[in-house]
């Protein structure tokens, strides 16, 4: 069964930095692209960042390029997204996702201060 | 890269038949076989439906179908029961970044 859990969400204030990480089991986790996807209160569903099995193609949205970075640890079959100068507007719900199908319950991240 | 253009909300009485638009462009759904359909529940993560514009996922009853035309997407869900009342995004691959998703439908079972 596949699992993805996310971890690393809080409240942080803004200009600050927060390491979000998610644990993958039950699939080759090594063998599959992965996505950050986050949604912010009461809103819908916005794409975030994009890694590839290897590492070797990444990809961000205009709204965070820049201030996150995505990295995964294919040892440890675990992605991250670091980031960093956090504003109001990442307030969020902040999933991670197996290529498009799976996806993790999600983690919250509050920017306030 | 703009978000895909469904419909806010789409209601239906049990046993009806609905359908939901997903509006984009020749650069992603209509460029594209690469879209998908997620289900939400309140409080939950999205669920995947349909992929690759009319395929469904082990699981997934066969209720609910995925089709085409030009650069609009379409989610048919036939056989309405209350358990579909949720929201619903379509997503597209782009000629610019892997995914943009779709503005959301609220779908409600009268």
């Known amino acids: 069964e596949v699992q993805l859990v996310e971890s690393g969400g809080g409240l942080v204030q803004p200009g600050g930095s927060l390491r979000l990480s998610c644990a993958a089991s039950g699939f080759t986790f090594s063998s599959y692209s992965m996505n950050w996807v986050r949604q912010a209160p009461g809103k819908g569903l916005e794409w975030v960042s994009y890694i590839s099995s290897s590492s070797s193609t990444i990809y961000y949205a205009d709204s965070v390029k820049g201030r996150f970075t995505i990295s995964r640890d294919n040892a440890k079959n675990s992605l991250y997204l670091q980031m960093n100068s956090l504003r109001d507007e990442d307030t969020a719900v902040y999933y991670c996702?197996?290529?498009?199908?799976?996806w993790g319950q999600g983690t919250l991240v509050t920017v306030s201060s | 890269q703009s978000a895909l253009t469904q419909p806010a909300s789409v209601s239906g009485s049990p046993g009806q038949s609905i359908t939901i638009s997903c509006t984009g462009t020749s650069s992603d759904v209509g460029g594209y076989n690469y879209v998908s359909w997620y289900q939400q529940h309140p409080g939950k993560a999205p669920k995947l439906m349909i992929y690759e514009v009319s395929n469904r996922p082990s699981g997934v009853p066969d209720r609910f179908s995925g089709s085409k035309s030009g650069n609009t997407a379409s989610l048919t869900i036939s056989g309405l029961q209350a358990e579909d009342e949720a929201d619903y995004y379509c997503s597209s691959y782009t000629s610019s970044i892997p995914y943009v998703f779709g503005t959301g439908t609220k779908v409600t079972v009268l």
């Open positions: 996702a197996k290529g498009i199908d799976y």
